[in-house]
């Protein structure tokens, strides 16, 4: 196995190091061939009960090595091209193979989750992020996201966020008193956690419905397209009522569903844009 990677497994527990820790574990093609080979050899690998990834050094990864793939010219449109895994090519796979594992997927976060490295992070079931980390899409600056199935990931986070602004909002109409009662008791609020709920429930069902077509290697750009459209608006929606619900509070950071309507909205925007989402499904109502 590559430098690139540490593996060790001890009593069940796997722990993936990236490996790179003079370049803050970006990502070129030995790490990507190292990951998979990994993916692979945990798959098969029988009595497993949870895996870790994590970074070595100060960071887990600052995302694709551009300087490395420039410098391989043909070979990295070809193996950008090249469906080797089912649907998948070989960035995609590197991600997308921890959904696939028999066991929990941990994602360890310190230093910077950058681009790529960020949708690796997006492969894991769980992620522990410190405090201090810094997670973005970088490429976003220049007008590119990195595709390496973090749209199909990311629609998992849209509905979470939007779980966490519910249930804030929820607990927050409970315990608000007016005029004597909870505010929940209002029929106004309860129209809003009936909607709120009930977008949430939707937007799980597309999203399973997208990973589904994925899972079963069939085409799902209109699934992942439609899913990624209504969670992405769905949860900015639900956090605009969270914070309607709270009243002059949501509006302070010393309640959660503020940062929950800014860490929405920007959903709409990277993993393609609403308008892009749109412009995708048509192409296929059009085609079909």
Request: glycine fraction near 10%; charged fraction near 20%; proline fraction near 2%.
């Amino acid at each position: 196995m590559s430098a690139r990677i540490e593996l060790t497994v001890e009593n069940g527990l796997a722990e993936v190091r990236l490996n790179r820790p003079e370049k803050l574990n970006a990502l070129d093609f030995e790490m990507f061939d190292a990951l998979v080979e990994t993916g692979a050899t945990l798959e098969a690998t029988s009595g497993l009960r949870a895996v870790v990834l994590l970074g070595a050094g100060r960071s887990f990864s600052v995302g694709i090595d551009l300087g490395a793939l420039g410098a391989a010219g043909g070979e990295a449109l070809a193996r950008l091209e090249a469906r080797t895994y089912g649907d998948c090519n070989l960035f995609q796979q590197s991600v997308m193979q921890w959904r696939r594992m028999p066991a929990p997927v941990i994602a360890a976060i310190q230093g910077h989750a950058l681009g790529g490295g960020l949708q690796l992070a997006l492969g894991a079931d769980i992620r522990i992020v410190a405090p201090d980390a810094r997670l973005s899409i970088r490429e976003m600056a220049w007008g590119l996201v990195p595709d390496m199935g973090g749209m199909v990931l990311l629609l998992f986070l849209n509905t979470s966020l939007a779980q966490g602004a519910f249930e804030a909002a929820l607990k927050w109409s409970q315990e608000r008193m007016a005029f004597g009662h909870p505010i929940a008791q209002f029929q106004a609020i309860q129209f809003m956690l009936a909607d709120m709920a009930t977008e949430i429930d939707a937007a799980r069902l597309l999203v399973r419905k997208a990973a589904w077509k994925q899972d079963s290697g069939s085409r799902f750009s209109l699934e992942a397209s439609t899913a990624k459209l209504f969670a992405s608006e769905m949860a900015t929606r639900v956090a605009h009522k969270a914070i309607q619900i709270h009243g002059g509070y949501g509006y302070s950071r010393e309640y959660p569903v503020e940062r929950a309507y800014r860490d929405a909205r920007i959903t709409e925007i990277y993993e393609g844009t609403s308008e892009i989402q749109r412009l995708v499904i048509a192409a296929w109502v059009l085609k079909s």
